[in-house]
């Protein structure tokens, strides 16, 4: 069985947004991105991905990085090989983007939501986002 996410990165004067999220429960630091509908191409899901989370309009998208390893899901009780696609992309107004300066930001577990927030690239390190895939585009990012 195989799972497809399709995440974007916005890179906006030396900073990357992520998103913090609670996923089942847990606290958990991402790019903006999520799941491959059936009938969506791979730019269409993060157009949607985007539009829904964020609430603005991605456009320029790039693709950057397609994983190229095996992945075990983290979050599927049946074995489950995660395939993750990154674009870069821009939106009109990056200041537009509500963000909140603290991760989770008083979020708790029990929670539902996602908050976004800017990670300064010259300072960002992998144990900032939660995902091993995210990790290393992290680091190809800042090279």
Not at 2 to 9: A, C, D, M, S
Not at 23 to 31: E, W
Request: hydrophobic share 45%; glycine share 10%.
């Amino acid at each position: 069985m195989f799972t497809i996410r399709v995440y974007g990165l916005l890179l906006n004067n030396g900073h990357v947004l992520v998103s913090d999220e609670i996923i089942r429960g847990q606290c958990i630091t991402k790019f903006p991105g999520g799941g491959l509908e059936f009938g969506e191409g791979l730019k269409d899901c993060l157009v949607r991905e985007i539009r829904e989370e964020i609430g603005l309009v991605a456009n320029d998208l790039e693709h950057f990085y397609t994983t190229d390893f095996f992945q075990q899901s983290a979050f599927h009780a049946t074995p489950m090989q995660v395939v993750s696609v990154y674009y870069t992309f821009a939106v009109a107004d990056p200041q537009a983007i509500p963000v909140v300066a603290e991760p989770f930001n008083g979020m708790r577990g029990d929670q539902v939501g996602e908050l976004f927030r800017w990670l300064p690239l010259e300072s960002a390190k992998p144990e900032d986002l939660s995902l091993s895939i995210d990790r290393i585009v992290l680091g190809m990012i800042t090279q």
